[in-house]
């Protein structure tokens, strides 16, 4: 199959994520939401359950109104509309972590605005490095996996695990490949995008096999020339109209550091005895995350380190409004850029968004400025 | 030009809890202030930081939140809050730490100073917006952060894996801390402190159980000042004092029949959230000229430390408003409006605080109906001057009123 085609596929699977839902369902199988940022799939996974993405989209908000007020993100608040007008129903469940204040909220709204689908929290540990907090993080997985029985009947063993692991990984690593190999591939930002939504809606191993097949031809097709080369970073990064502006003005994402696509492959389940322990020790291996505790700030040399490595011109910031980890974050985040000779673009971004005027112009300016 | 009367205000009873409680407050910061002169390393603390800790160690720690909520309470937080989004911080983000991230900026504030750290010691269970806010200024500032994760708690109760996870913290944090200060933890002396936090805990909710008379013997807007002790010191011997004094005073008022709700007290209502401090006087005012009074507010609840021994202390700081789930939340909420002869509530939906606002519509909806009474919510913000409109507030406040005095038959 040409790439053109694997292409088209991902844009089917990212863009009707109803229809994703139908087709599991009607193959006998139970589905089980996942909200941002973090989530133990593998356990899902490995419990015989699909695991779907729920980010939210680009719709109106009115049901969630009476639960949320309006500064919160329209992520969450999207969620919960879809939520609350049937969007999800056919889910067995939700697992919502609490790693920020406003997913806190959306689990507690959940209780009561979406009833029929059942609210399984997710309690990390922001200390996730020492023992203690790794037996936490076991403790979170625990609580998941009983409510998971609970709601669907599912078993949990240690073997499946151990066999879910492997596909996760593996997965992990073609996404990493394929990340590089649209560094300078001629591929265009939504192309790439769908690359990464579609991943939220589809088995893994069902996404492997796809994205392998791409990456080959993505490596033997021709590259992109004469594209002004970003690193992309924030929450989300999947608006249709705003992507389209970057590749009506040439620009290239050649690496991301969005939680919605590369954040969620760059970290590996080890190789140990013990699957469980093995989830708890990737969880404490995390890092270069706004949502996960970092007090170095590592994840600002981490964003210049790779905008080096990839040799970006620029960093584009897309900034969740109302996402006041990622805010908090813009300002190393900014000095780190100035300081490492990068120029950045900080465009604020919603799902809520009619008019993306403003943004064509910033990226029209940004791109003037080399 | 006619000459400018200045009205004498009678000097302060120094036996008086409110003389007392100012003292303490001011003493924190002035202490604070001595110690780093002396050379010995101090530290900005969150609200909830077990204060335990600090205190046994006899270390000098300062309080950011408090220290913003004073700066705008004295008109400085638009000033502030300018010089950090200047800086390219979103004025989304939580006004108290605008301010504080502009403190560490500029280290001056004529509304309230406070000598810069040496260390920074987190505590989440309010937000995980203090992770964020104290990881740029330990940064910034090139000095080590403390990091006490207490999660949200999605159950009712505590449990032992939490437990056990925020104890093996709080060793962490007290090791950390003897290394960093050189000073040395020992069960006596954390002993006197839980008892001192015990004894002032014990007299905080008991004085604030006084709102149960009718009318109450105190203005509630008293307990959003007093609370400062609460938060900042009550792991001393003083708070104990003081709040005793609070307590005795407000027993005398019921007896003599007087209150420092200084009008006719009409109607009763339960405040939630944190005050809008840029404009204490005028959402006070607006209460008060219609003769309403905040007879009760969550902080009565949130600041009664009791527990009796270590593990104890660790669930205890599981339990703080923020940090349970909406069940829990609405139940503490629903016994301080039966116990205090709520009428109303009156919701702050704070722009400041995404974690208290978030689930707040919901709660609000079943304290209301758990409680037969009526809810009113107003837009404001703790600390950015900005976010508040006295027309709406008014306009709330009026309809409340008016819902309950239908509900006294007074509008029949």
Wanted: glycine share 6%.
């Amino acid at each position: 199959m040409k790439g053109k085609e694997l292409l088209a596929q991902l844009h089917e699977a990212a863009s009707s994520p109803k229809k994703q839902l139908e087709k599991y369902l009607a193959q006998g199988k139970k589905v089980v939401a996942v909200a941002p940022v973090y989530t133990p799939n593998e356990i899902i996974h490995s419990m015989g359950l699909v695991p779907m993405g729920v980010w939210g989209a680009d719709v109106e908000i009115n049901e969630a109104k009476k639960y949320f007020p309006a500064f919160i993100c329209s992520i969450m608040q999207t969620a919960l509309e879809l939520g609350i007008k049937g969007e999800y129903d056919g889910v067995s469940a939700i697992v919502i972590p609490s790693l920020c204040d406003s997913l806190k909220c959306l689990g507690q709204n959940w209780k009561y605005a979406v009833k029929n689908i059942p609210f399984i929290p997710m309690t990390y540990p922001q200390n996730r490095k020492p023992d203690y907090g790794k037996k936490f993080t076991k403790a979170g997985y625990a609580r998941v996996i009983s409510d998971l029985t609970i709601a669907t009947g599912a078993q949990f063993s240690e073997f499946a695990l151990a066999e879910s692991i492997k596909v996760y990984n593996e997965h992990n690593a073609v996404m990493r490949e394929f990340a590089e190999i649209a560094a300078d591939a001629d591929i265009t930002a939504a192309a790439r995008n769908d690359v990464f939504k579609s991943a939220w809606f589809m088995l893994p191993e069902e996404h492997t096999a796809i994205v392998k097949k791409l990456n080959e031809a993505l490596k033997a097709g021709p590259k992109a020339k004469g594209k002004l080369r970003v690193l992309v970073t924030g929450i989300l990064a999947d608006s249709p109209s705003l992507l389209k502006i970057f590749d009506e003005n040439g620009v290239k994402v050649v690496f991301d550091d969005v939680a919605h696509e590369s954040r969620q492959y760059r970290t590996d389940v080890p190789d140990m005895e013990n699957p469980v322990d093995a989830m708890a020790q990737k969880f404490a291996d995390m890092g270069n995350c706004t949502l996960l505790y970092d007090p170095d700030k590592n994840r600002v040399d981490y964003i210049v380190e790779q905008a080096k490595a990839h040799k970006a011109d620029g960093v584009i910031v897309l900034m969740t409004k109302f996402c006041d980890p990622e805010e908090f974050d813009y300002v190393p985040i900014k000095r780190a850029c100035a300081a490492a000779g990068l120029k950045h673009l900080n465009i604020e971004v919603d799902r809520q968004m009619v008019n993306y005027q403003q943004a064509a112009t910033m990226v029209q300016a940004f791109k003037e400025m080399f | 030009m006619a000459e400018e009367v200045k009205k004498s205000r009678p000097a302060p009873d120094p036996n008086s809890a409110k003389f007392k409680l100012g003292q303490i407050a001011a003493k924190a910061y002035s202490d604070a202030m001595e110690a780093k002169k002396r050379g010995e390393k101090i530290g900005w603390c969150a609200s909830n930081f077990p204060v335990e800790i600090p205190a046994t160690l006899g270390l000098y720690v300062c309080y950011p939140e408090n220290q913003a909520a004073g700066i705008a309470a004295r008109g400085g937080g638009e000033r502030m809050c300018n010089v950090s989004e200047g800086d390219g911080y979103s004025n989304d983000i939580c006004a108290y730490a605008r301010i504080s991230l502009a403190y560490a900026k500029l280290k001056e504030a004529p509304e309230q100073d406070m000598p810069m750290p040496d260390f920074m010691l987190c505590c989440n269970n309010i937000c995980n917006c203090m992770i964020k806010w104290y990881e740029n200024i330990a940064k910034e500032l090139n000095i080590p952060m403390i990091m006490i994760d207490i999660p949200f708690n999605p159950d009712y109760e505590v449990s032992d894996a939490e437990t056990e996870y925020i104890k093996a913290q709080f060793w962490d944090a007290i090791h950390q801390l003897e290394e960093i200060t050189g000073k040395k933890w020992t069960d006596e002396q954390f002993k006197k402190v839980m008892e001192y936090s015990g004894r002032a805990s014990r007299a905080w909710i008991e004085a604030t159980s006084q709102a149960k008379y009718v009318p109450s013997p105190f203005n509630g807007f008293d307990l959003l000042n007093h609370m400062a002790v609460m938060v900042t010191a009550r792991g001393t011997a003083q708070a104990g004092d003081a709040m005793e004094t609070l307590l005795k005073e407000y027993i005398d008022n019921h007896e003599k029949g007087v209150s420092t709700f200084r009008a006719e007290e009409k109607y009763r209502i339960m405040f939630e959230g944190i005050a809008c401090w840029p404009w204490l006087r005028v959402t006070s005012t607006g209460l008060k000229s219609r003769g309403i009074n905040m007879v009760t507010t969550i902080y009565a609840d949130a600041f009664g430390f009791i527990y009796d021994d270590f593990d104890g202390m660790c669930r205890a700081y599981a339990n703080v408003p923020n940090c349970m789930n909406l069940e829990h939340s609405r139940d503490k909420r629903v016994k301080l409006c039966r116990e205090n002869h709520v009428e109303g509530l009156l919701v702050h939906t704070n722009r400041s605080c995404k974690l208290w606002s978030g689930f707040m519509p919901e709660m609000s909806r079943q304290i209301g109906e758990a409680c037969g009474i009526p809810v009113t919510s107003f837009d404001g913000d703790q600390a950015d001057p900005r976010n508040f409109s006295e027309a709406q507030y008014d306009t709330r406040v009026q309809g409340l009123m008016e819902i309950m005095e239908a509900n006294k038959g007074g509008n029949e």
